[in-house]
């Protein structure tokens, strides 16, 4: 059984797909904390689904480097054996990437290496691009480059909005997120060799 902490910074619709797949007796992933850098909505999910939770506050450490050694001491109670940034909204520090990786990966709303960072699905709207997308991929020490796992193309609509166009990208990034999960679990994607590559 994988076991895998998530952290999130908002809210969660990610996250709750994650535990609602897990409900699942066959399912060969368990989610045992959630973590935040914030006081995030989406910690409810894991509270009504029984989930332990743990904040770490960005804004009550001097540096980012001390709040992400708070961070990874949190993560590392709870020996996961996956750690996952769902709709995190920090860039984690490199002692932090350091210590987890390849077993550290990120959900991100297009398809990279087209529009990394915070605002991905602005940003593609803003390039009035006709496709954009959602990926997975491992964490390493770049802005959304580090080795994709699993991506796919998701259309953007005349008159799509920013909210509107999120909203269709999310379930595409639940789906390769719960396929990815399983993969990882029974063998079949091997992040270790990903990295290497
Ligand atoms: C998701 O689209 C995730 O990929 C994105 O935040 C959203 C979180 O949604 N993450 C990033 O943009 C990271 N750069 P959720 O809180 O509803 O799961």
Redesign the pocket.
């Known amino acids: 059984m994988l076991s895998i902490v998530v952290l999130?910074?908002?809210?969660?619709?990610?996250?709750?797909?994650l535990l609602e797949a897990s409900e699942d007796a066959e399912f060969p992933a368990r989610v045992v904390a959630v973590g935040a850098d914030r006081d995030?909505?989406?910690l409810e999910h894991a509270e009504r689904f029984g989930i332990p939770t743990f904040t770490v506050p960005f804004t009550s450490y001097p540096s980012r480097e001390e709040w992400g050694d708070a961070l990874l001491e949190q993560i590392r109670q709870w020996e996961p054996d996956l750690t996952i940034?769902?709709?995190?909204?920090r860039l984690v520090p490199p002692r932090v990437v350091e210590a987890l990786s390849p077993w550290l990966i990120?959900?991100?709303?297009?398809y990279l290496p087209e529009f990394?960072?915070?605002?991905?699905?602005r940003d593609a709207l803003a390039a009035g691009v006709t496709q954009t997308g959602?990926s997975l991929i491992v964490v390493d020490n770049g802005v959304?480059a580090g080795p994709i796992i699993s991506q796919e193309r998701v259309e953007v609509e005349p008159g799509d909005t920013e909210a509107a166009l999120?909203e269709r990208?999310?379930p595409v990034?639940?789906r390769l997120l719960i396929d990815a999960v399983l993969d990882i679990a029974n063998g079949h994607i091997d992040l270790e060799e990903l990295a290497r590559a």
């Open positions: 999130i910074s908002g809210g969660g619709s990610n996250l709750r797909a995030a909505d989406g940034l769902s709709g995190f909204m990120n959900t991100h709303p297009a990394p960072g915070a605002h991905a699905v959602a959304d999120h990208i999310k990034e639940r």
